[in-house]
């Protein structure tokens, strides 16, 4: 193993034992935000996997969230899965969307492709909207808690949460660490710097392209389906536009095209909103005026000035 | 020169609009020869190679490699079955070490340790200083990055290495360097090179194709060349 290995490895496994510690000291309020937060870190951790590796730009990521949390949820509610089949049916049901959104999506390119994904995630809220009498639209429905025992384990114990939040997240983060140091996720690296290139040293660039959205997908439905599942709940929400844009600032504000910068952007964004919503109801101005300093003074995001000015090696 | 040719064209057109930049072009590579393809500004030599390995679409006419109909398919196939290309305008990952860069060439067809000798030999095989191999190729010199460029086509170890004009922006020595390097290169691989430096020409290829407006001005020897009043008139001033 390389010595750059090694740091890279240290490092990360570090934040997770770190999490782990976490789960024993924080308050009960921390505690139950930072379960949150592992969640939607997965989520843009599959996210950044499109956008900041390989360079695409979707405005369409809710529909393949909501397609994992409504997969899971309308498996349990109306199937009668239990959570760890209805789980796979979440996945599986972000697999086949972004599968089918990527052969229609990847026809097009840059502004194209945004508003593409982002016309087809509107399409998926409206239907969820429209088949309200399952889906409970924008209201939603609670999932019991009688029925999200896995394993025997009461995913809604805040104990058992934050430990399946944790677990989730470790699985993303060692996927998205394998992958984009793997030749797969360096060639989605040079399509994202220069595609014309890759052509010509003989990569099928579409083929890359269109494994890169369906990782980056399913990654994101996995999580939607674990959110759901975790917290109990499915609606419409989770489907909108806001939900595509959430990914989109995390991964920015935590460094595009970094394995850590996911994590690092949804915590940051998470805490400035809930400390600047405890000072002023004009909470949202608080953290516009934050994202604006930040975006001028670390425009590659936390992570992204981390490998810029001290640690070269960070993937 | 005897065989069947590596590569053929037949009929070759490519027209932009109004522009008519390549027409009916035949061309016949035999297996291991070095042919120059040169011309004046704006002959159509980057647009007659660009059909050759799949960047641009012709008008019309048809493309034949090893014996095979290439015409129908997509760059990334062509260079699957032996072509690298270089480009003209260099184009390197200006980000990614230069490692890295030659990694991704030779990713392609090596797995594991071979890649990193293969992108060692290719850097030592151009002449790149091995202590630029962990900078961003994109704060290399210009003619670094040719180089870069030209380490990358061979790290492929391509049947077929097309060269869009290597030597621009290279030192003297620099294009000494790489005359002897196509020198080493020939017989075991086949080149087709742009090249308008006619002392690297005269060198280095076996048979010379002069493309003007689009058309094949005359084929022949590099002596045969040399004496060519038509080519004479093509290039005066331009040498
Ligand atoms: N994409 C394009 N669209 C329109 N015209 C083009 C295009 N590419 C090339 N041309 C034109 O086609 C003609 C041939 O261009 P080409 O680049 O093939 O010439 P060249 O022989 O490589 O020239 P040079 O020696 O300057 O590189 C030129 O007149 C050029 O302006
Ligand atoms: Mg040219």
Redesign the interface.
């Known amino acids: 193993m390389s010595p750059e290995t090694r740091r890279i490895l240290a490092l990360h496994g570090g934040l997770l034992l770190l999490l782990l510690g976490l789960q024993f000291v924080l308050p009960a309020y921390h505690h139950g935000n930072l379960a949150r937060i592992m969640v939607l870190a997965s989520y843009a951790i599959g996210y950044n996997i499109l956008f900041g590796y390989t360079g695409l730009l979707s405005l369409g990521h809710a529909l393949f969230f909501a397609a994992g949390m409504y997969g899971m949820a309308l498996t349990i509610q109306y199937a009668g899965f239990s959570p760890a089949p209805a789980l796979l049916a979440g996945l599986l049901a972000g697999l086949v969307v972004s599968a089918g959104l990527a052969m229609l999506a990847l026809r097009t390119t840059g502004v194209a492709f945004m508003i593409v994904t982002l016309m087809f995630a509107q399409a998926g809220y409206l239907s969820i909207l429209y088949f309200g009498e399952y889906t409970r639209g924008d209201e939603g429905f609670v999932i019991q808690t009688a029925r999200r025992m896995l394993w025997g384990i009461d995913l809604s114990d805040p104990t058992n949460r934050y430990l399946a939040a944790l677990l989730l997240f470790s699985v993303c983060l060692a996927l998205s660490l394998w992958l984009v140091r793997a030749?797969f996720g360096?060639?989605l690296?040079?399509i994202r710097?220069?595609e014309?290139?890759?052509?010509?040293?003989?990569?099928?660039?579409h083929a890359h392209k269109l494994g890169a959205m369906i990782v980056s997908g399913t990654i994101s439905a996995l999580a939607g389906a674990v959110y759901g599942l975790l917290f109990g709940y499915a609606g419409a929400s989770f489907a909108s536009v806001q939900y595509s844009i959430f990914p989109l600032l995390w991964v920015l504000l935590g460094g595009a095209g970094t394995v850590l910068g996911p994590f690092l952007g949804t915590l940051f964004m998470f805490y400035l909103i809930d400390l600047s919503s405890g000072l002023t109801t004009a909470y949202m101005l608080i953290a516009g005026v934050a994202l604006v300093v930040l975006t001028l003074f670390a425009p590659q995001g936390l992570a992204g000035e981390l490998r810029r000015r001290l640690w070269g090696w960070l993937p | 020169m005897s065989g069947a040719p590596l590569l053929s064209t037949r009929g070759l057109s490519k027209h932009f609009d109004g522009l008519q930049a390549v027409r009916d072009v035949d061309l016949d590579l035999a297996p291991g020869e070095a042919r120059a393809l040169i011309g004046p500004n704006g002959a159509g030599k980057t647009t007659l190679v660009g059909m050759i390995c799949g960047r641009i679409t012709p008008s019309a006419g048809r493309v034949m490699f090893d014996g095979a109909d290439i015409t129908p398919l997509p760059a990334h196939e062509r260079i699957g079955l032996g072509m690298a290309y270089t480009f003209q305008i260099t184009s390197v990952f200006h980000a990614l070490p230069v490692r890295e860069n030659l990694a991704l060439a030779a990713r392609r067809r090596l797995k594991g340790a071979a890649v990193q000798d293969a992108v060692e030999r290719a850097l030592a095989r151009v002449g790149l200083p091995r202590d630029i191999g962990g900078q961003a190729a994109g704060n290399l010199s210009y003619g670094h990055q040719r180089l870069l460029e030209l380490a990358m086509g061979l790290v492929q170890a391509p049947r077929l290495l097309i060269l869009d004009e290597p030597t621009q922006g290279l030192s003297d020595s620099e294009i000494d360097g790489f005359k002897a390097l196509i020198g080493e290169l020939k017989g075991a691989t086949t080149i087709l090179l742009i090249e308008h430096n006619m002392s690297v020409v005269m060198d280095v290829a076996d048979r010379i194709t002069v493309l003007d407006g689009g058309t094949v001005l005359a084929d022949g020897t590099p002596a045969e060349i040399h004496e060519n009043a038509a080519v004479q008139a093509a290039y005066l001033g331009t040498g």
């Not at chain 1, 014309?196 to 660039?205: A, I, K």
């Open positions: 030749p360096r060639v690296v040079a710097e220069n014309e290139r890759v052509q010509m040293l003989g990569y099928d660039t």
